[in-house]
Nanobody
Framework: VQLQASGGGLVQAGDSLRLSCAAA????????VGWFRQAPGKEREFVAA????????YYADSVKGRFTISRDDAKNTLYLQMNSLKSGDTAVYYC?????????????????WGQGTQVTVSS
């Protein structure tokens, strides 16, 4: 499956953004999918994940209550709604997919990756 992330940009602290990840090539609904991010000089870290049928959903503690992951299988698209953005959310955000039905917080379990979209939050 091919993934393409979009929706990043430059925003101020407290603003909102919605990232999208368009999938093509395979039956998107058969994949668990997730979002990861990598800030400059840091390791890639888990952000959120969602199962093949929309459940379960997992969130990193740092984004819980502010970010919402969702999927629209009819549109082959994964979303990440990000509210109350902080400067610490600045990173390149990547979407990823695994043929497993159950999502994972471990990036090693994902086989397919999008190219990343930059999110910059100014304080």
């Amino acid at each position: 499956v091919q993934l393409q992330a979009s929706g990043g940009g430059l925003v101020q602290a407290g603003d909102s953004l919605r990232l999208s990840c368009a999938a093509a090539g395979r039956t998107f609904s058969n994949y668990a999918v997730g979002w990861f991010r990598q800030a400059p000089g840091k390791e890639r870290e888990f952000v959120a994940a969602i199962g093949w049928n929309g459940v379960p959903t997992y969130y990193a503690d740092s984004v819980k209550g502010r970010f919402t992951i969702s999927r629209d299988d009819a549109k082959n698209t994964l979303y990440l709604q990000m509210n109350s953005l902080k400067s610490g959310d600045t990173a390149v955000y990547y979407c990823a997919a695994t043929p497993r039905t159950w999502p994972s917080t471990d990036d090693r379990r994902y086989d397919y990756w999008g190219q990343g979209t930059q999110v910059t939050v100014s304080s």
